[in-house]
């Protein structure tokens, strides 16, 4: 039963990081790599708060998000000079340089050894420790999250999102301010993915940096473009599919030594599969297929 | 001391150098980021380790089977996955994806076939480094830098000289006008795979002769190869110069700062490029404006 | 004469190829222009100038007495200039009405703070609008293709609709890159009589045509260019008598 929990939680997080990357990714049509960067970012920003000043969570919490954002206005704000495979290259490195940060600034960061002995949540005196208050608290956060979402993408702001996936020359003479709505883009879904970081920080109690790596990145995009980029259920189908299938080969019975092996292999092979033959996901409404030539 | 760095630069610069013209060769006719390349570059290491210490041939035997295995294994690619998605009109987003896919796939067979720990074919040969000027420096790594000078003026003479190298220009420069004056594409791109690929296996050999192998060696090393061609400018004679300046950056950095910040320099400077001269050193503006 | 756009000694060339050439011209309120001329003589490059999409090596535009140049484009369209593409420009994957949703200026639903707070007011605006926009679609006869893609229009429908976005941006200075190339005579007709009737609403409007019989419908006044200079200027008889517009076309 807490195995099940388990997983229910691992998939809570992980549909919280592909909504908010489903925003910049499937609504904006900006392919980028460093999400892993800010779920990471969330995290050591919580446990560093929780262990060094004993803040409540509710504060950890909410600076997370601050600060993830504004480092997503970072990476926002290139993306206007820098274009497409350039850009996607530029999250790449963003992404390298966060976790090099993570990774060697040891007496702040703890460096490959990690934060260990984060404290659990305690929200309005309620002491969030088993694995099914976690769940809860999981859920409601995922709520708030695909709420948030929603209402942005079903809005005008949303509309126009979408438009500058599709041509940002027609956009721009509409008189949108495409710049200004990518950099917002990105703070938002930038501090949405710090909340990720900061349950998985106060849930595992235990971070270092290898969870938070390029090949993580690289997950969280395959969740949102296998399923479905640009609909908003389309991530949270993709978050339950990439978490399940792997934990369904457990029962299979593989040895644990090829266990996780098996497992990237078969979401590298998903990947491919859906590009070849079904390039919008399971149930996307984007499906990248944008030669860009845009100015 | 000194000239010890310049070494170390010059090992480093050539090897990105390397690996940056294998993946600028593919990148120049397809016009999107094949990061498969990385495990290309890993099949080498293994399938000489393959070759060599499982089936037991002999170094030479086994460096030249590895290197046009990992031919094959690039042009299977290219021709498995890469073509029928350009046949679909697959845009250069999708054509990465599916790239990194492969990737994942690939990476993680070799790590499931060989294991993760590291793998040496080292033994045999001299570890032992002499001393050149000061610096000390193992044979390898002179055939490193000297292999680097050779492909780069061999792959320079070939895109001047000969029919094939200039029919690569010409579909780099566009595609559908090379098209239409009689140049079929797809070959010229199934050509840049097995030059690239071939490349980069060899340099995935160098570098496990030099420091051994690991199944992710691979994106790393790519990475600062992407980095050399950004900076350069997707020109031979650009990655060469940006090859330099990160081999440099990065290990007269260690003066500064410590060595773990390696990839970071590399990463910085790629971002100073890329937000302020994008084009790279040799570039030409790759995009005109288009309203 | 009211003057709305000032154009004054634009030069403007691509790596060698002159795109402008000295150009100046001026339009007033509440007229229709053609600017008509062979093909590469700048035309579209002029438009591109005008709303900031590309930027002048030297010379001045003004708006309503705004100085423009330099200016970026979303900038541009809010003084109140709105314009078409000549390779037909349009939200594909989007809705008609949608299309036309997205061309309508100050919606406050498109702040972000309005996307959360004080959205009572943004959901009104947003269905006057929606309003505003099936009354557009109703009077030029697409309304049953209201929710369908844009992509799935004709191409004549298509024109259309970039023309009908134009109008839903309530701009004063229309620039349409020809409208009515490529589309049948029924739809010609009717973009053209929806273009006659824009002075009538306070607007002005630059019309690049090949069609001569067309500008010479609508337009009161023509100008002539040609490799980026102006050749010729005047009603359009004068313009199609005019010996140094025979000759550029007959080079
Ligand atoms: N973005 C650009 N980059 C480089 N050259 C350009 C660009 N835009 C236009 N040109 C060149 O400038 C010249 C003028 O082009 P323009 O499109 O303005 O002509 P036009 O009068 O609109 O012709 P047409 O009737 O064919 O539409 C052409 O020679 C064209 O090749
Ligand atoms: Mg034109």
Known sequence: MTYLLHIFILIGIYIILSLSLNLIAGYTGILSMAHAAFYGIGAYIAALMALNFNSPFILNLFLAVIGSSILGALVGIPSLRIKDDYFIIATFAFQIIIFNILNNLVSFTGGPMGLPGIPQPVIFGIKISSHFSFLVLTAILCAITYFICNKIVKSPFGRILKAIREDEVFTKSLGKNVSAYKVKIFMISSGLAAISGVMYATYITYIDPTSFTLMESIFIISIVIIGGAGNLKGSIVGAVVLVMLPEILRFVGLPNSIAANIRQMLYGGLLVVFMLWRPQGFIGEYSFNRNNENG | ?291 | ?251
């Not at chain 2, 000489?48 to 295995?69: E, H, Q, R, W």
């Not at chain 2, 566009?174 to 791109?189: H, K, P, Y």
């Not at chain 3, 423009?68 to 809705?95: C, D, E, H, V, Y």
């Open chain 3, 1 to 251: 004469m009211d003057n709305l756009l000032k154009i004054q000694n634009c030069n403007k060339h691509f790596n060698g190829i002159i795109a402008l050439d000295d150009f100046s011209c001026e339009i007033s309120k509440n007229e229709i222009v053609g600017l008509i001329g062979p093909n590469g003589a700048g035309k579209s490059t002029l438009f591109n100038v005008i709303t900031g999409f590309i930027s002048i090596d030297s010379g001045q535009i003004t708006f309503n007495n705004h100085t423009i140049t330099k200016k970026a484009p979303n900038k541009i369209n809010k003084f109140g200039i709105s314009r078409t593409f000549q390779g037909l420009r349009l939200i594909r994957q989007m809705t008609v009405l949608d299309n036309i949703l997205l061309s309508f200026k100050k919606q406050p639903g498109e702040h972000l703070e309005n996307v959360f707070f004080k959205n009572k007011k943004a959901k009104e605006i947003e269905s006057e609008n929606k309003r505003k926009a099936l009354k557009l679609l109703k009077d030029t006869g697409i309304e049953d293709k209201a929710n369908d893609l844009a992509d799935d229009l004709s191409y004549g429908q298509q024109k259309l609709l970039s023309l009908l976005c134009c109008l839903a941006s309530d701009a004063e200075l229309l620039l349409l890159d020809e409208p009515i190339a490529g589309i049948n005579p029924a739809m010609i007709e009717k973009i053209l009589f929806i273009i006659t009737e824009l002075p009538k609403k306070g607007k002005s409007v630059i019309l690049i045509e090949h069609n001569m019989d067309a500008v010479s419908q609508v337009c009161e006044r023509v100008i002539f260019m040609d490799t980026g200079k102006k050749i010729s200027e005047g009603t359009p008889e004068e313009v199609r008598n005019d010996p140094k517009v025979i000759e550029a076309y007959l080079e």
């Open chain 2, 1 to 291: 001391m000194f000239q010890q760095y310049i070494f170390n630069t010059l090992i480093t610069s050539s090897l990105y150098s390397i690996i940056g013209i294998s993946f600028a060769i593919i990148y120049r006719t397809t016009r999107f980021l094949h990061f498969t390349h990385a495990v290309v570059f890993t099949s080498g290491a293994y399938f000489t380790f393959l070759f060599y210490k499982l089936f037991g041939f002999s170094i030479y035997f086994s460096i030249t089977l590895a290197i046009i295995f990992s031919l094959l294994l690039g042009c299977l690619i290219e021709k498995s996955i890469y073509k029928p998605l350009r046949k679909k009109q697959a845009s250069s987003m999708i054509l990465l994806l599916a790239s990194l896919g492969i990737y994942i796939l690939l990476q993680n067979l070799i790590s499931m076939i060989f294991g993760d720990d590291t793998k040496s074919i080292r033994s045999g040969v001299v570890k032992e480094g002499i001393n050149i000027l000061g610096a000390r420096i193992t044979p390898i790594q002179i055939i490193i830098i000297i292999t680097s000078v050779i492909v780069t003026i061999l792959l320079l003479l070939f895109l001047k000289k000969t029919k094939t190298g200039k029919a690569m220009k010409a579909v780099a420069n566009d595609v559908e006008l090379a098209n239409i004056s009689g140049i079929s594409s797809n070959r010229v791109i199934l050509i840049s795979f097995a030059i690239g690929s071939a490349l980069a296996g060899l340099a995935g050999i160098l570098v496990a002769f030099d420091v051994d192998m690991t199944p992710t060696m691979g994106m790393n090393t790519l990475m600062m190869g992407v980095v050399a061609m950004i900076v350069g400018g997707n020109n031979i004679k650009g990655i060469v110069c940006a090859a330099l300046l990160l081999g440099f950056a990065q290990n007269f950095g260690v003066w500064y700062i410590s060595s773990q910040w390696q990839d970071a320099i590399a990463f910085v400077i790629l971002i100073i490029f890329l937000l302020f001269k994008p084009e790279g050193f040799y570039g030409k503006k790759l995009r005109k404006q288009s309203v």
